[in-house]
């Protein structure tokens, strides 16, 4: 497995690598490297650079362990962006690592800024993705696999399996952004009014503040 985790991780930088050249969803960059300056206050499209860059500025180890599930999706997901390894600002790649539990779900959800491309490290998955035209394009998905998810699409992954399942994750901008739809939706705040929800979803108003009371932040 150590030998196959390796491969997965190197095709898919290479993979990742491709894409920001030829269609990368962030700017070009403009010069070898700008490593983000988390630090800064200065509001930019991106993050300013650091004068200083290091080793340290482009390794990341956090995609080699699964995470620590304990939520009620049964699913947890690993970022590596920007905001984790910041060599990566201005050069539009980035990845992920996905876990997920006997019966977990990554719910519905989008990436404004990127296609995703996920191989899978473990178990089985039931994946899909809904056009703009109201399509489902799903498919289910055995460890070697890979799927990919257009960018902005609302798509989810689903294991249905009775053990656990694991994918890496690649993605075409240093900081793809994601909006889950239920939670964007119910967990809003200021939150969405409900007539908004009840039209929406065309249930009544109890089932709406329900729906909320189960997304907002504990005390």
């Known amino acids: 497995m150590a030998g196959a985790g390796i491969l997965t991780v190197v095709m898919l930088m290479i993979m990742t690598s491709f894409c920001s ?31 200083n860059a290091s080793a ?13 599930i304990n939520n009620k999706f049964g699913s947890i997901v690993t970022p590596a962006n920007v905001m984790q390894i910041p060599g990566l600002n201005t050069l539009g790649v980035s ?50 696999d890979n799927f990919v998810f257009p960018r902005g699409l609302v798509h ?21 952004g994601t909006q889950v739809i239920a939670t964007t939706l119910f967990g809003a705040t200021p939150p969405v009014p409900d007539n908004v929800l009840t039209i929406a979803f065309q249930i009544d108003t109890k089932e709406v503040e329900d729906i909320k009371s189960s997304f907002a932040p504990k005390k």
């Open 21 to 51: 050249y030829k269609v990368s969803a962030d700017p070009d960059m403009l010069q070898d490297v700008c490593v983000a300056d988390l630090a800064s206050g200065i509001s930019i499209n991106g993050f300013v650079c650091k004068k």
């Open 56 to 68: 340290v500025d482009f390794f990341f180890a956090g995609l080699a362990k699964p995470g620590v």
């Open 95 to 144: 990845m992920a690592r996905i876990d997920y539990a006997p019966g977990g779900l990554n719910p519905p959800h989008t990436h404004p800024r990127a296609t995703e491309m996920i191989f899978v490290l473990e178990g089985e998955l039931d994946v899909g993705f809904i056009t703009t035209a109201d399509v489902l394009i799903s498919k289910h998905i055995m460890q070697g």
């Open 156 to 176: 989810f992954q689903k294991n249905n399996g009775k053990v656990p399942a694991a994918v890496i994750a690649g993605f075409n901008s240093q900081l793809p």
